[in-house]
């Protein structure tokens, strides 16, 4: 089983409507991240927690809000989704240590009509 | 001036060449750099990482960090038609948060 998963993988929804994308690990890992990816922009970080109760925005979070129930999940939602935040999401998990490697999740593809 | 940048491409190497991907970063304080690749629609995988000046061999990959320079490269060598993909390079800041920093990635093409 992947270390690292996503729900839904894909998603297609219509503006205005309420979405939420979920993130599971079972790495073990303390931290967890939300970047969402679009062609030449590379990854921007949305949301970062690096643990339970310390949850932080990244460069991009107007539009987005988190929710870290547990160690092991972390959900990402859109309140009222709009067309430009179509993108590919990812999640990602690293250790404690500042310089331990993030390793990412599947992705979820979402399109926002 | 982006904190990370690299070259988009696409870069093109013949099958069984050195393919040279090339990252630069702004903050001097930066201590760690990781080396992703990416397949489209697939996500990030980690190849290599490097904390110190020099270089670091893994099989047919070589990174190497020159940070008087602020500059990492990958070397790719007995390139391979499966190495095309995206090379994403991220650098850990030096404010100590964990957060990494991407660059915009360079398509890598390896032709037959």
């Known amino acids: 089983d992947a270390d690292v998963t996503q729900t839904p993988r894909n998603r297609i929804t219509k503006t205005g409507k309420r979405i939420m994308l979920e993130c599971s690990q079972t790495?073990?890992?303390?931290?967890m991240y939300w970047y969402r990816q679009d062609p030449g922009l590379g990854l921007r970080l949305i949301y970062y927690?690096?643990?339970?109760?310390?949850?932080n925005k990244g460069e991009i979070s107007d539009g987005y809000s988190v929710s870290r129930q547990a160690q092991a999940k972390f959900s990402l939602s859109l309140e009222s989704a709009i067309p430009n935040q179509t993108a590919l999401y990812f999640c990602?998990?690293?250790?404690?240590?500042?310089?331990?490697?993030?390793?990412f999740g599947p992705g979820t593809r979402l399109t926002v009509l | 001036q982006k904190e990370v940048e690299q070259n988009s491409g696409p870069l093109s190497v013949p099958e069984g060449a050195i393919a040279s991907l090339n990252c630069t970063y702004s903050?001097?304080?930066?201590?760690?750099f990781f080396w992703y690749r990416q397949y489209s629609g697939k996500s990030p995988e980690l190849i290599m990482f490097?904390?110190?000046?020099g270089d670091k061999e893994d099989g047919r990959f070589t990174a190497q960090l020159n940070k008087a320079s602020q500059y990492v490269s990958l070397l790719i060598r007995d390139s391979q038609p499966s190495d095309s993909a995206t090379y994403l390079c991220?650098?850990?800041?030096?404010?100590?948060?964990?957060?990494?920093?991407f660059g915009q990635g360079t398509t890598l093409q390896v032709k037959p």
């Open positions: 903050d001097r304080g930066s201590q760690s």
């Open positions: 991220a650098v850990l800041g030096s404010s100590n948060t964990g957060k990494l920093i």
């Open positions: 790495k073990g890992h303390d931290r």
């Open positions: 990602a998990t690293s250790g404690r240590d500042s310089t331990d490697t993030q390793y």
């Open positions: 490097i904390y110190s000046n």
């Open positions: 927690s690096f643990d339970v109760k310390d949850i």
